[in-house]
């Protein structure tokens, strides 16, 4: 899927249309769905991010089929645009700037300049478009500025695709096409500038020999040294992927490689000639590039000639320091080790799973050892060996879903490239094995008073907003995360991500609900006394029969919260020793305007540390004021970065490093690495009071498609139970308070 036009003059003077727009082409050979995908904008230069220029597409382009995104209209008069399949606001640079098209309907907070675009963040980006003075942008330089009268255009209809818009594009008159517009299907591939000459054929195609070995066409570097050139080669059929819902070709591997362990004996094929593995063939095509695959496409000449066998080459993790998997590209390989689910993300959208030697990752600042460099030398991302975004039928879900932690030993298959990652395209079914069961129950804290923090992913009863889209999809959410509180059974919860809609309706239909299952009465909530002015609040609620609130509820006046802490201090119903609950959801590590102290600076604390400091400085204030404080909530820092620390120097003790395993000490997981954003500390005074804490694991390990959304999670895995209910796992510590048994 390609940006295949962009034109920015629209309605400007002497402008030849009234509106700008960007056009989409679809150049494979599979219909291809733009749900859940965006295009997204940013200035040339600018500061402003890709998610400030975002529109959400949708529908399905076939084979060569275009998709024409109306944007801005001016005043300058031009004539109107086709019928457009989709419409936006955006304001496109007549000259220069840049263009997305992005796998994803969120905005992204990068701009490639001022704002670098991360791995994951990369990996997003189908296609990317800079012009004129652009300073993000594919290949080598930008593609020419365009002009009010002028647009930018992709080579052949849109089929050219080098990485390279100096060289993919054009200026000319804009020519938008819509869905309407006659497809151009891309059989031909690009003009071979400089072909290498084949032998003269015989009868028998088997008679005419290869030009190279595979290790040539691959050369030691990262892109091949033969690229543009028409080659023929000889290998086995190791990998099977071409159906139209796959990868719409083949790997082959040389049976005679060469001694340089620089150079890959493995290379994929573009071609569609049926083949089985186990055949030897000899492949004529262009070698090319393909989104950092070396490979040859389009396949001219597939002919099988007998039969062969290549065996996996076995493969231990993790990668020796400074080793990269290029030198496999394309060849078979096994992994004889036990392998750990560490990430499944994209498991319901792309199939995906990454798996990680010697157990799961950790974030390297929650204190469990390991640096980035070392995480990343151990993980593996395991692919579909499918183009297919939402496939009907999930990977790995059935009999049951599966849950980071879960292992898998012997994993094989042709090791690929593509969306800026090394992949595993398996050749052999994956079956992983059950390490990491679902916990019914939170484990027991002891205690006479439960206290928890529960993340509840934005519960909104108001539809379209952050949470549910529809009704249903609010019924689906409701059922989670009432089911999820009814299981920890805590006497004090802290929630974070309700809506803040001014009279506590979306908590009190919560509540509501939680009774309906739990008993008449049996939860009440606090009314927060100072909400903020965020769509999102912290909340509270408890048990009248265990605890009793003791004076009125407390927050801070700080300027330097966007969502206030709220402090409610409570005693047991028999009890004689009070206690303070303080909940808090400080600020994300997203960075969006984040400058100066609050910018990344590298540590691996993301944006606004500096920011959640001082929130953590701010409550330490607000405890000192307080009887036994605790001090709870999702914090957005690990734990051995700078807010916790804050709060530790400040007279707070965390509570799961004193009672939770190593092994089970984290709460969330982003980028496949686990770690604790949700903490509960408590002063020492009361520390020594609390008898157990627990980390319940209902969300963080469970895959995204278990969750209440409908718009592409299969029907049949959602359940109304806890599981799921959030991405945040919710955290339990025990009371042992003194007073009457």
Known sequence: MVISQVYGGGGNAGAPLVADFVEVFNRTAAPVSLDGWSVQYASASGTGNFANGKVNLNGTLTPGQYHLLQLATGTGGGAALPAPDTTGSVNLSGTAGKVALVR???????????????????????????YGSANYFEGSAAAPAA??????????????????????????????????????????????????????????????????????????????????????????????????????????????????????????????????????????????????????????????????????????????????FEPYEGVLVTFPERLTATEHFQLGRFGEVTVSSEGRLFQPTDGHGGTQAENDRR??????????????????????????????????????????LYRLQPTQPVAFTRANPRPAAPAAVGGDVKVASFNTLNWFTTLGSRGANTAAERDRQRAKLVSALAGLDADVVGLMEVENNGDDGALNDLVTALNAKVGAGTYAWINNPNPGTDAIHVAMIYKP??????????????????????????????????????????????????????????????????????????????????????????????????????????????????FVPAAQRYSYVFDGQSGELDHVLAARNLSKFVSGASIWH?????????????????????????????????????LRLPGAP
């Open 104 to 130: 994803s309907d969120q905005g992204l907070a990068c701009n490639g300049g001022s704002t670098p675009c991360d791995a994951g963040q990369q990996a997003l980006i189908a296609d990317l478009v800079g």
């Open 147 to 324: 002009s009010n009268s002028t647009a930018v255009l992709r080579g052949r209809n849109g089929c050219t695709d080098s990485d390279d818009n100096a060289a993919d594009f054009t200026t000319a008159a804009p020519a938008p096409r819509n869905s309407a517009a006659p497809p151009a299907p891309c059989g031909g591939g690009d003009p071979t500038p400089t072909p290498t000459p084949t032998p003269t054929p015989t009868g028998d195609p088997c008679d005419t020999p290869a030009t190279h070995q595979i290790a040539e066409v691959q050369g030691p570097g990262d892109a091949s040294p033969l690229a543009g050139q028409t080659v023929r080669v000889e290998g086995v059929v190791t990998g099977d992927f071409q159906r139209t819902d796959q990868l719409s070709g083949f790997f082959i591997q040389d049976p005679t490689p060469d001694a340089d362990p620089a150079t890959s004996d493995g290379i994929f094929v573009f071609s569609t000639k049926d083949v089985k593995v186990g055949d030897k063939v000899l492949v004529t095509g262009k070698t090319v590039e393909f989104n950092g695959l070396t490979e040859l496409s389009p396949a001219s000449a597939v002919d099988v000639c007998g039969t062969g066998t290549i065996a996996p080459t076995p493969y231990a993790l993790p990668r020796a320091d400074g080793a990269s």
């Open 379 to 420: 993980r593996l991302l395991i692919d579909d060996g499918s183009s297919v975004q939402n496939p009907p039928t999930v990977p790995y879900t059935s009999p049951e879903a599966l849950r980071l932690g879960d292992t898998v030993t012997g994993l094989t298959g042709v090791l690929s490239y593509g969306f800026n």
């Open 545 to 658: 029969g265990a605890v009793r609130p003791v004076d009125a509820a407390k927050s801070s006046a700080e300027p330097v919260f966007e969502r206030p802490p709220f402090a409610q201090t409570f005693m047991r119903k028999r009890g004689s020793m009070p206690f303070t609950v303080i909940v808090n959801h400080f600020k994300s590590k997203s960075c969006g305007a984040a400058t100066g102290a609050d910018a990344d600076q590298g540590d691996g604390q993301g944006c606004w540390n500096a920011r959640r400091q001082t929130q953590a400085a701010a409550i330490v204030k607000l405890a000192a004021d307080l009887p036994n404080p605790l001090v709870l909530g999702d914090l957005n820092s690990y734990t051995k970065e700078d807010p916790i620390k804050v709060l530790e120097k400040g007279g707070l003790v965390g509570q799961t490093e004193r």
């Open 698 to 734: 209902i969300n963080s390990d469970e895959p995204l498609i278990l969750d209440y959304n409908t718009e592409f999670n299969p029907p049949g895995l959602y359940a109304p139970d806890a599981y799921r209910a959030s991405d945040h796992d919710p955290v339990v510590i025990g």
